[in-house]
């Protein structure tokens, strides 16, 4: 949130601008856009134009303090183990929220159903309270979402032209997690099978008709 400003005075444009944007002059990030003299029928004049908005650190700081204030207390009425470290990325001015803790599990079934339900009404309540601002983005520690959600797709896409087709369709997996993901959707199909070849990262799932 920013507010353009003019006036006569810088002092005057500062105090003007901690009123309407709700915090202290230290808080504020200043950018002069005018800064004129003159003077109309001898008397002299100035006109002085800026841009203010509140710094991205503080920005952050508050959304992510309310976030985590959320979760905990949503955590402790669950009884879920589960620690919570805060990124502020001012790069992409996003607040992620790391997540960790033997109870993270029951938030990635699914394909992580749950966690996305749970930003999305993070996302809510902070902006509730702060009105709209950067985004929060909740994280497993050592669990890519965005990459899970790439393979559901994949595997989708498999099905379908196994159907058409009936041509085999092969599917890399890198952990055991991302197979059990593959698999999982497997055996909601009744005529798609599949097999197992590989180890490591060399390991992949090959889906097939049922003959």
Known sequence: MEKELVGKSLDQLVEIACQELGCIPEDLELEILEFSSSSLLGIPGKKIRIKARIKPDKVLSERANRAVMFLKEVFNCADFKIDIKTNLLKDKMQVEIILS?????????????????????????????????????????GIDIEKEKKLVNAVKRAIEK???????????VGSQRE???????????????????GEGKQKKVILHWKE
Do not use: C, H, M, W
Not at 162 to 172: C, D, H, M, Y
Not at 181 to 186: K, L, R
């Open 162 to 172: 196994i159907k058409n087709s009936k041509e085999p369709q092969v599917i890399k």
């Open 101 to 141: 803790g033997e109870d993270v599990k029951y938030l990635i079934q699914n394909t992580a159903e749950p966690l996305v339900a749970f930003e999305f009404l993070t996302n809510k309540v902070v902006a509730r309270a702060l009105g709209l601002g950067p985004k929060i983005v909740l994280k497993p520690e």
């Open 179 to 197: 197979q059990k993901i593959v698999i999982n959707f497997v055996k909601q199909e009744e005529n798609i099978d599949y097999k197992i070849e």
